[in-house]
């Protein structure tokens, strides 16, 4: 690890901070409670041990009150932090319109960062400072987490469909990235950086390094090769659907149902098309499945993406 990595301990995202807030209410009262029964056990034990002269001789009867008033606290206590906390873990999964993209793709034992440009990072993922950065992940094998504890996140990293994950972070410097599950032989090693920049800094940083592709630009040439555009271009003489603005579009099925168009939707059209057939169209696409790794895929969907018809 590089030096100057910071401790986790003082939150780095803005998310982070409602995170620990919710934790330390939760540990203070939690710690209260254990602290006044364990108080309470030892002045009982004291006070009515067997040498003791305690008067036993008249037990008190039942008091409602005091039944229904120790039931019903802790109850409102947790419905609160209930509602607390599903407030705050909702908030995880609404990133802003306008966060910055990365693809992460995990697979024994690394992460592999590209941004929407066509940089590519592996196990280092550099982000701006001050700016909701939403990560768009999937795996090529078994199951990952990405973790990084100062800024209060985790989440899995599944094969076979796009989980997504997002943070704003407060300042500048290096964080911790772990794989918090387990993953075979090397999950212990399985992990890297975070890299947090002024947002300049970050922009020189995107520009530079290895010239490529944007990764629009690469799936537009894998939607070339494999053949997407033979049908789905405007001028193709097959009925299929046009592709142009489908991103983020509430798209209506055979089956009567409407799904909106995101990185799942599309990922399930090229693997599995007779999954979810749009209405009015045949079930003719053949699956690319084998055909097209992850990579791959990522990149049709930058494309598709770039044909998206503004917010
Ligand atoms: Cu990847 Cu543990």
Redesign the pocket.
């Known amino acids: 690890m590089s030096a100057g990595l910071e401790t986790p301990l003082q939150a780095a995202s803005t998310l982070g901070t409602t995170v620990d807030v919710l934790f330390l209410t939760m540990l203070g009262v939690t710690g209260a409670v254990a602290i006044a029964v364990a108080v309470c056990i030892g002045y009982f034990t004291i006070r009515y041990r067997r040498s003791s002269g305690a008067d036993r001789s008249n037990p008190p009867s039942r008091v409602r009150w005091v039944e229904v008033t120790w039931t019903a606290t802790p109850l409102i206590i947790f419905l609160g932090i209930f509602l607390w906390s599903s407030a705050v873990f909702s908030q995880f999964y609404r990133p802003p319109r306008d966060a910055l993209r990365v693809h992460v793709l995990?697979k024994?034992?690394m992460w592999k960062v590209e941004h929407d440009n066509g940089r590519r990072e592996i196990d280092t993922l550099h982000v701006p400072v001050g700016r909701p950065v939403e990560l768009i992940m999937t795996s090529q094998d078994v199951i990952?987490?990405f973790f990084v504890p100062a800024f209060r996140i985790k989440q899995d990293v599944l094969p076979g469909r796009y989980t997504s994950l997002w943070f704003t972070a407060t300042r500048s410097g290096h964080f911790s990235l772990f794989?918090?599950?387990?993953?075979?032989t090397s999950?212990a090693n399985?992990g890297g950086g975070i890299t947090v920049m002024p947002q300049a800094e970050f922009a020189k940083w995107l520009a530079s390094g290895p010239e490529q592709a944007g990764l629009a630009a690469r799936g537009f040439e894998i939607y070339r090769r494999v053949g997407c555009s033979g049908c789905h271009e405007p001028t193709s003489t097959v009925h299929a659907p046009g592709l142009t603005g489908l991103y983020g579009r509430p798209v209506h099925l055979s089956d009567g149902s409407t799904v909106v168009a995101d990185e799942t939707y599309i990922r399930d059209s090229i693997l599995q098309p007779q999954k979810q057939v749009v209405a009015g169209f045949a079930p003719v696409m053949p699956s690319f499945q084998g055909q097209l790794d992850e990579d791959d895929l990522i990149a049709l969907i930058a494309f598709l993406k770039s044909r998206a018809r503004p917010p």
């Open positions: 995990a024994q034992w990952h987490s794989c918090a599950e387990y993953c075979g999950h399985m």
